[in-house]
C-alpha cells in the first residue's frame, strides 16, 4: 500500500465524513458508514481498514467511527437519496444507478 495512496483515502474519507457532519451533525457516523459501504470499491475499504488497525493516524473522529462500522461488513441502511438510488435494482430492475 503506497503512502499516497493511504494519505488520499484518508483525505477522502475525512472530506466525505465532514459534509455529513455539515449537514446532520447527529447522524454524521452513519452516513458516512453508509457512503463508505456503497461506493468505495472493496480494496480501498480493506486499505482504510488496515490504516485504522494502525493507529488510523490523521482520520477524523467522525471518520475513524465511521471506518470501524465497516469492519461489521453488515449493509447500512440508506442514509441518502444517493444510497436509497444506489439500492433501487434490488426492488426496481428496470432503474438502473451507475454508481454500483
Do not use: C
Not at 13 to 24: H, L
Not at 26 to 34: F, G, K, P, Q
Amino acid at each position: 500500500m503506497s503512502g499516497q495512496t493511504t494519505e488520499r483515502l484518508i483525505y477522502m474519507a475525512n472530506q466525505i465524513a465532514r459534509e455529513f457532519v455539515n449537514q446532520r451533525p447527529h447522524e454524521a457516523v452513519d452516513a458516512t458508514w453508509d457512503h463508505l459501504w456503497h461506493f468505495w470499491d472493496p480494496r480501498m475499504r480493506a486499505m482504510i481498514l488496515a490504516h485504522l488497525d494502525a493507529g488510523g493516524e490523521g482520520l477524523s473522529d467522525v471518520a475513524k467511527a465511521a471506518v470501524a462500522k465497516l469492519r461489521d461488513d453488515a449493509e447500512p441502511e440508506p442514509q441518502t437519496k444517493a444510497t436509497e438510488f444506489n439500492r433501487a435494482g434490488e426492488s426496481e430492475p428496470d432503474l438502473m444507478s451507475d454508481a454500483g
